[in-house]
Protein backbone atom coordinates (compact mmCIF):
# COMPACT_ATOMS: atom_id res chain seq x y z
CA UNK A 1 0.00 0.00 0.00
CA UNK A 2 0.99 3.69 -0.25
CA UNK A 3 -0.79 6.47 1.77
CA UNK A 4 1.56 9.13 1.55
CA UNK A 5 4.93 9.63 -0.77
CA UNK A 6 7.79 12.36 -0.92
CA UNK A 7 8.67 14.77 -3.60
CA UNK A 8 11.44 16.98 -2.79
CA UNK A 9 13.27 19.08 -5.28
CA UNK A 10 16.58 19.61 -3.13
CA UNK A 11 17.60 15.60 -3.03
CA UNK A 12 17.11 15.00 -6.71
CA UNK A 13 17.80 16.91 -10.09
CA UNK A 14 15.60 14.08 -11.73
CA UNK A 15 12.54 15.30 -9.53
CA UNK A 16 13.91 19.13 -10.43
CA UNK A 17 14.08 18.52 -13.84
CA UNK A 18 10.38 17.40 -13.72
CA UNK A 19 8.92 20.11 -11.67
CA UNK A 20 10.88 23.12 -14.07
CA UNK A 21 9.21 21.98 -16.88
CA UNK A 22 6.01 21.85 -14.45
CA UNK A 23 6.39 25.52 -13.69
CA UNK A 24 6.75 26.60 -17.59
CA UNK A 25 3.91 24.35 -18.10
CA UNK A 26 1.36 25.57 -15.69
CA UNK A 27 2.61 29.03 -14.36
CA UNK A 28 0.58 29.86 -11.45
CA UNK A 29 -0.48 26.26 -10.44
CA UNK A 30 1.63 24.55 -7.56
CA UNK A 31 2.95 21.54 -7.67
CA UNK A 32 2.90 20.04 -3.69
CA UNK A 33 6.30 19.54 -2.64
CA UNK A 34 7.35 17.49 0.08
CA UNK A 35 5.14 15.12 1.51
CA UNK A 36 2.10 13.91 -0.68
CA UNK A 37 -1.26 13.24 0.88
CA UNK A 38 -4.15 11.54 -0.88
CA UNK A 39 -6.01 14.57 -2.20
CA UNK A 40 -3.03 16.91 -2.87
CA UNK A 41 -2.42 18.24 -6.52
CA UNK A 42 0.95 16.73 -7.41
CA UNK A 43 3.25 15.78 -10.58
CA UNK A 44 2.54 12.45 -12.63
CA UNK A 45 3.91 11.95 -16.18
CA UNK A 46 1.91 11.01 -18.75
CA UNK A 47 1.77 10.62 -22.54
CA UNK A 48 1.40 13.67 -24.62
CA UNK A 49 1.67 14.11 -28.17
CA UNK A 50 3.63 10.82 -28.24
CA UNK A 51 6.50 11.79 -25.91
CA UNK A 52 6.10 11.91 -21.97
CA UNK A 53 5.52 14.85 -20.69
CA UNK A 54 4.59 16.03 -16.59
CA UNK A 55 1.07 16.94 -15.56
CA UNK A 56 -0.61 17.98 -12.57
CA UNK A 57 -3.24 15.71 -11.35
CA UNK A 58 -4.85 14.96 -7.58
CA UNK A 59 -4.04 11.74 -5.78
CA UNK A 60 -7.40 9.70 -5.46
CA UNK A 61 -10.51 8.36 -7.64
CA UNK A 62 -13.47 9.43 -6.18
CA UNK A 63 -15.67 6.93 -4.36
CA UNK A 64 -18.94 6.07 -5.67
CA UNK A 65 -20.45 6.93 -3.06
CA UNK A 66 -18.60 10.54 -3.28
CA UNK A 67 -17.12 9.93 0.73
CA UNK A 68 -13.76 9.55 0.19
CA UNK A 69 -10.56 8.75 -2.13
CA UNK A 70 -9.81 5.14 -4.04
CA UNK A 71 -5.50 6.01 -3.91
CA UNK A 72 -4.41 2.67 -4.89
CA UNK A 73 -5.46 -0.57 -7.11
CA UNK A 74 -4.15 -3.34 -6.44
CA UNK A 75 -2.14 -4.55 -9.97
CA UNK A 76 -2.86 -7.97 -9.98
CA UNK A 77 -6.86 -7.34 -10.27
CA UNK A 78 -6.68 -3.82 -12.36
CA UNK A 79 -7.74 -5.31 -15.76
CA UNK A 80 -10.73 -6.68 -13.80
CA UNK A 81 -11.96 -3.93 -12.18
CA UNK A 82 -14.44 -1.09 -14.13
CA UNK A 83 -12.36 1.54 -12.54
CA UNK A 84 -9.41 0.97 -13.80
CA UNK A 85 -9.74 -1.41 -16.44
CA UNK A 86 -10.29 1.79 -19.62
CA UNK A 87 -7.18 4.03 -17.50
CA UNK A 88 -5.10 0.67 -18.03
CA UNK A 89 -5.58 0.07 -21.06
CA UNK A 90 -5.20 3.73 -22.07
CA UNK A 91 -4.25 6.32 -19.08
CA UNK A 92 -1.39 4.87 -17.39
CA UNK A 93 1.49 7.32 -15.68
CA UNK A 94 4.23 7.43 -13.19
CA UNK A 95 3.68 9.12 -10.10
CA UNK A 96 7.58 10.77 -9.76
CA UNK A 97 8.77 10.65 -6.09
CA UNK A 98 12.06 10.61 -3.56
CA UNK A 99 10.43 7.76 -1.75
CA UNK A 100 7.65 6.46 -0.34
CA UNK A 101 6.25 6.19 3.48
CA UNK A 102 5.09 3.18 5.53
CA UNK A 103 4.29 2.50 9.12
CA UNK A 104 5.13 -0.95 10.90
CA UNK A 105 2.68 -2.07 13.85
CA UNK A 106 4.39 -0.07 16.22
CA UNK A 107 2.91 3.10 14.32
CA UNK A 108 7.22 3.63 13.37
CA UNK A 109 7.19 6.13 10.02
CA UNK A 110 9.66 4.65 7.37
CA UNK A 111 10.76 6.03 3.98
CA UNK A 112 11.14 3.69 1.23
CA UNK A 113 13.84 4.56 -1.51
CA UNK A 114 15.53 3.01 -4.36
CA UNK A 115 19.49 2.52 -4.33
CA UNK A 116 21.65 4.37 -6.29
CA UNK A 117 19.40 7.16 -7.41
CA UNK A 118 17.31 10.12 -6.02
CA UNK A 119 14.32 9.20 -7.74
CA UNK A 120 11.87 6.47 -7.59
CA UNK A 121 9.28 6.26 -9.86
CA UNK A 122 5.68 4.18 -8.94
CA UNK A 123 3.00 3.45 -11.41
CA UNK A 124 0.11 4.56 -11.88
CA UNK A 125 -3.41 5.44 -13.78
CA UNK A 126 -5.05 8.74 -14.67
CA UNK A 127 -8.66 9.42 -15.87
CA UNK A 128 -10.96 12.91 -15.41
CA UNK A 129 -13.75 13.38 -13.51
CA UNK A 130 -15.79 16.69 -14.00
CA UNK A 131 -12.45 17.82 -15.86
CA UNK A 132 -10.36 17.16 -13.42
CA UNK A 133 -7.31 14.63 -14.00
CA UNK A 134 -6.82 12.37 -10.81
CA UNK A 135 -4.32 9.58 -10.61
CA UNK A 136 -4.36 6.51 -8.22
CA UNK A 137 -0.77 4.60 -7.57
CA UNK A 138 -0.55 0.78 -8.90
CA UNK A 139 0.44 -1.46 -5.67
CA UNK A 140 1.76 -4.91 -6.21
CA UNK A 141 2.93 -7.90 -3.18
CA UNK A 142 5.78 -6.63 -1.27
CA UNK A 143 9.10 -8.08 -1.48
CA UNK A 144 11.81 -8.59 0.65
CA UNK A 145 12.84 -5.59 1.47
CA UNK A 146 9.25 -4.66 2.53
CA UNK A 147 7.43 -7.57 3.71
CA UNK A 148 8.76 -6.89 7.44
CA UNK A 149 6.65 -4.04 7.34
CA UNK A 150 3.42 -3.98 4.83
CA UNK A 151 2.35 -6.89 2.80
CA UNK A 152 2.15 -4.15 -0.28
CA UNK A 153 3.81 -1.94 -2.09
CA UNK A 154 4.16 0.25 -4.61
CA UNK A 155 4.81 -0.94 -8.48
CA UNK A 156 8.45 0.37 -9.06
CA UNK A 157 9.30 0.98 -12.75
CA UNK A 158 12.71 2.05 -12.84
CA UNK A 159 13.68 4.88 -15.05
CA UNK A 160 14.60 3.62 -18.06
CA UNK A 161 11.33 1.85 -19.15
CA UNK A 162 9.44 4.62 -18.04
CA UNK A 163 8.75 5.42 -21.55
CA UNK A 164 7.35 1.71 -21.60
CA UNK A 165 5.15 1.68 -19.05
CA UNK A 166 3.14 4.81 -20.05
CA UNK A 167 3.40 4.25 -24.22
CA UNK A 168 3.72 0.59 -24.83
CA UNK A 169 0.47 -1.53 -24.79
CA UNK A 170 2.22 -4.89 -25.71
CA UNK A 171 4.43 -4.39 -21.94
CA UNK A 172 1.82 -3.24 -19.78
CA UNK A 173 1.38 -6.85 -18.50
CA UNK A 174 4.90 -7.88 -18.34
CA UNK A 175 5.36 -4.93 -16.22
CA UNK A 176 1.93 -5.32 -14.12
CA UNK A 177 3.84 -8.65 -13.06
CA UNK A 178 7.03 -7.80 -12.63
CA UNK A 179 8.77 -8.08 -9.13
CA UNK A 180 9.83 -4.49 -8.09
CA UNK A 181 13.56 -3.69 -7.26
CA UNK A 182 14.56 -3.90 -3.61
CA UNK A 183 14.20 -0.79 -1.75
CA UNK A 184 16.06 0.58 1.17
CA UNK A 185 14.45 1.62 4.35
CA UNK A 186 15.47 4.31 6.55
CA UNK A 187 13.22 5.51 10.05
CA UNK A 188 11.70 9.02 9.23
Given at each position: MCGRYNFTVEQSDEILEILEK???KFQGKEARTGEVFPTNLAPILIEEHKEVSPAL?????PKFDQKGVIINARAETAFEKK???????NRRCIVPTTGFYEWDGEKKKFMFR???????YMAGLYSYYREEMRYVILTTEAN??????????PLVIPKNEIDTWIM????????????PPQLIREAV
Open positions: LNASVWGFTFRDSLLQEGTNALESMKEIHTRMDDSATNDLLKRV
